[in-house]
């Protein structure tokens, strides 16, 4: 039997690390945790593909037989990464892909992705308190010498660590609503504030049996590399759930987060306009 398929996707210090480590929680869940290399594979698989000269020549002499050669090769990848898990949902953690959301649906049409937000305030306060920890370690896309603002400025960025899946979760209102039934957003506050009745529901949107979670009791695995994000974007796990500390965020930055992204806070956060 192959799994069915579920990835988790999001903002950076948003609770992608302790959301899966809940879903590990499930019997029928099986979560490894990690950011996988699924994603990335099949993104490079169809880059090289596409610029194979035997590949686009069997196109021209038969392009449904060689498209569906692909198709079935690439879908036999997606299936067989995870093909040793032995439960009837496997989650594969990758902030891509929720930028590739189609492509994996193509693949796999029953797939679904569960998606981790936050104040955005909160996830660039987060990431600033960690710097000042770290301060003598730059960044891995060398943001280390900007001021705060100019740092925050950065981290927006379209290709950055906040900017790049900011701007796949505003595209989200361009996908057809078919796509859109696929997509589950958690936000962190719910996750932290009501762990029991938030993983709930995401168990029931998956269509597994009830389960409830022990907040104060969880399993502790080993968490992905830290040393890869130069120590900003920690992925510690827990044995139980404690409230998030509050980031002081400098008026001015908030003020440009909030106008700059406004409709984020409209789609999520409109109590906080």
Request: proline share 6%.
């Given at each position: 039997m192959t799994a069915r398929f579920v990835g988790v996707a999001g903002l950076?210090?948003?609770g992608s690390t302790l959301l899966c480590q809940l879903l590990g929680e499930h019997p029928e869940i099986h979560c490894e945790g990690h950011s996988s290399p699924l994603c990335n594979s099949l993104l490079?698989?169809?880059?090289?593909?596409?610029?194979?000269?035997?590949?686009?020549?069997?196109?021209d002499v038969q392009f449904d037989t060689t498209y569906a050669h692909l198709r079935s090769a690439m879908g036999g990848f997606l299936r067989g990464w995870h093909n040793d898990c032995s439960k009837p949902v496997v989650v594969d953690k990758n902030r891509?892909?929720?930028?590739?959301?189609?492509?994996?649906?193509?693949?796999?049409?029953?797939?679904?992705?569960?998606?981790?937000i936050r104040e955005l305030g909160q996830i660039y306060g987060s990431i600033e308190a960690q710097h000042q920890k770290t301060i003598l370690v730059d960044f891995i896309d060398h943001l280390a010498d900007y001021d705060r603002l100019g740092r925050a400025d950065q981290l927006f960025a379209k290709d950055k660590s906040i900017g790049a899946p900011l701007s796949s979760i505003q595209a989200v209102q361009d996908l057809p609503q078919s796509v859109k039934e696929r997509l589950f957003f958690i936000k962190f506050e719910d996750l932290v504030s009501q762990p029991k009745e938030t993983m709930s529901r995401i168990y029931?949107?998956?269509?597994?049996s009830p389960h409830t979670i022990d907040p104060e009791l969880l399993t502790v695995r080993p968490h992905e590399s830290d040393s890869h994000y130069r120590y900003k974007y920690l992925h510690r796990q827990r044995g139980n759930i404690a409230p998030p500390k509050h980031h002081e965020v400098p008026?001015?930055?908030?003020?440009?987060?909030?106008?700059?992204?406004?409709?984020y806070y409209e789609w999520f956060y409109p109590k906080n306009r």
């Amino acid at each position: 039997m192959t799994a069915r398929f579920v990835g988790v996707a999001g903002l950076p210090r948003a609770g992608s690390t302790l959301l899966c480590q809940l879903l590990g929680e499930h019997p029928e869940i099986h979560c490894e945790g990690h950011s996988s290399p699924l994603c990335n594979s099949l993104l490079a698989t169809r880059r090289f593909i596409s610029d194979d000269q035997f590949f686009l020549s069997q196109l021209d002499v038969q392009f449904d037989t060689t498209y569906a050669h692909l198709r079935s090769a690439m879908g036999g990848f997606l299936r067989g990464w995870h093909n040793d898990c032995s439960k009837p949902v496997v989650v594969d953690k990758n902030r891509a892909w929720l930028h590739c959301i189609e492509l994996l649906l193509h693949l796999d049409p029953e797939a679904r992705l569960l998606i981790s937000i936050r104040e955005l305030g909160q996830i660039y306060g987060s990431i600033e308190a960690q710097h000042q920890k770290t301060i003598l370690v730059d960044f891995i896309d060398h943001l280390a010498d900007y001021d705060r603002l100019g740092r925050a400025d950065q981290l927006f960025a379209k290709d950055k660590s906040i900017g790049a899946p900011l701007s796949s979760i505003q595209a989200v209102q361009d996908l057809p609503q078919s796509v859109k039934e696929r997509l589950f957003f958690i936000k962190f506050e719910d996750l932290v504030s009501q762990p029991k009745e938030t993983m709930s529901r995401i168990y029931a949107w998956l269509g597994l049996s009830p389960h409830t979670i022990d907040p104060e009791l969880l399993t502790v695995r080993p968490h992905e590399s830290d040393s890869h994000y130069r120590y900003k974007y920690l992925h510690r796990q827990r044995g139980n759930i404690a409230p998030p500390k509050h980031h002081e965020v400098p008026p001015r930055i908030q003020n440009q987060i909030e106008q700059a992204c406004g409709w984020y806070y409209e789609w999520f956060y409109p109590k906080n306009r």
